[in-house]
């Protein structure tokens, strides 16, 4: 398992490898990371980072929920809804549906709503990639077929690395495909690390602990494609000139989509290996920290004509830490912003 996922998850004093073993399937891991989730919210990071961040995510999320008016929502990725204010969402919209892989989080705070907002709210348990789980369930059949460690590790990694099957790509399973906001809520950076793994722990599970999916430390492109596909999807469903906010908390980028149909971005924060060093995207500009991929981010923002609402800096000094362990590729997550821009732009 990439050591980057493993160090975030003992972080929150678990185990992590021996969890991944007792689960049945992968949304029992979903299940657990946001049972984990919701009882430390902040995940080990210091208070003194983490409340200022989420106290100016929730505001990012509220600012670009404004540009949409009313009518439908969709949030994908809601987890445990701690980074977002649901209430205020169901207040605003005449229905918001929460779209996860784990049922249990959205459902907890579906409850936690006063009565008169709670049914306005519904959980949709899918995957929003539209695409990972069934890669993940042919890489699982494909595991249980193979009599050999090496020879299934290397047809898994072929299966990842494939490009998408015209089968695969399904339109998500939605009532209806018309909403006028759609939050991508986080769950880009983890799109891709959790199945990985977890096809990893299956490989050893099988063949033993020399086994594994790692190929000298290369990943898979499902990264991007999986990105590709959600952000298209989350696209094809939202109406004309709505709100698109797709945040990241490895590389953190807000996109909203206004009504006058040109994007904004909101804020971006990123950090090579995972790290979190940069929070700022003034005006195009760049303040002179470390960055990855920043120059693919301008280079599609500046097609949409951007205007910032703000910029962010986490106060990293007083909470006495630079760097946040996190998991996903920052450059990956903007190559795949940059070329659904790209599409967006070809039509
Ligand atoms: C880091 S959490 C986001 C934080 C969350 N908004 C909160 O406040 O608790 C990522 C969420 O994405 C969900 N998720 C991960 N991969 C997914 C996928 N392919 N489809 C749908 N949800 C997914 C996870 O279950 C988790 O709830």
Redesign the pocket.
Known sequence: MDPRILSRMNSWGVDFQTEMRKAKSLAEV?TL??RI?RSDSRCGVPAAFFNPFLAWHQKQVGLAAGFSGNGRALV?????????QLECLAGRFDEVVL????AE?PEIARQRLPEHLRGKVSVLV????AY??RVVARAEEAIGRSSSGTDAAAVVRGILAAPPLESDLRPLPLESDSFSFVLS???LP??YPLPIAWLDTKLKMKFGDDCNLSDGGQVPPIQLVAALVHLAEAHRILEPGRSLAVSA?VAYVTVAVTPDNRERVVYCHEGPDGGLVLISAPRLGFDGERHVGLDLLVGMASGFSPVFFETYRLPLAEAGTDTIPGIGTTETFIAALHEFACLKKNG
């Open positions: 979903y990371v946001n989730r994908a990725g809601p987890g445990n809804c701690g980074d977002f779209l996860d892989v784990d989080g899918c995957d929003a990639s990972v789980g809520d986080d769950v983890n799109i908390s």
